[in-house]
């Protein structure tokens, strides 16, 4: 299991850990915490949108993986959700992970994104400015055969 950057994240993580017992604890593999979008704003809104359970999904550029030092997420794996300040929101648990181009995103997955208006059209739009920026920053193109790790999630752990 990860160490976390800042107190509260790590407090909070503890507290959870108190809930489990000793055969629940064993099966944590990966624990990561993040917000979700590059600006304050939309990280607030998203952390508030994934603790209410309108957002259950999320996705990010296979690519991407090349450039950071973060693992490609895997089923089980446990993301504790803050906001833009780092503050934790909640913890969720990735259900399902799926390797798609980002033209074969559904409605579904938008809907699940719970961003917007929850439309295919909106999800599409956000996404290009969203990945056309992250690109740029590691010097390559985007385009719609990149391939996405779509993520499907769901909180085990609010905040009180």
């Given amino acids: 299991m990860k160490k976390f950057f800042n107190k509260d994240i790590q407090n909070f993580m503890n507290q959870f850990l108190l809930t489990l017992d000793p055969i629940e604890k064993s099966k944590i593999l990966n ?3 993040d917000h979700f979008c590059s600006d304050k704003e939309n990280a607030d809104i998203c952390a508030e949108l ?3 359970g309108i ?4 996705c990010s550029l ?3 993986y090349k450039y950071t030092n973060h693992e490609i997420p895997a089923v089980g794996d446990l993301l504790i959700v803050t906001n833009w ?3 934790p929101v909640c913890i969720v648990k990735l259900t399902e992970i799926e390797e798609v181009k980002f033209s074969e995103v559904n409605d579904l997955h938008a809907r699940k994104e ?3 208006d929850k439309s295919l059209s909106w999800w599409n739009k956000a996404h290009v400015d969203f990945f056309t920026r992250e690109c740029e920053e590691f010097g390559i193109e985007f385009n719609k055969n990149m391939i996405l790790i779509l993520e499907c999630f769901k909180v085990i752990y609010p905040k009180s």
Avoid: Q
């Fill in 85 to 87: 300040d780092h503050a």
């Fill in 31 to 33: 624990v990561s915490a």
């Fill in 62 to 64: 296979k690519e991407s």
């Fill in 50 to 52: 994934v603790f209410s």
């Fill in 55 to 58: 957002k259950t999904a999320s």
């Fill in 114 to 116: 719970g961003e917007g």
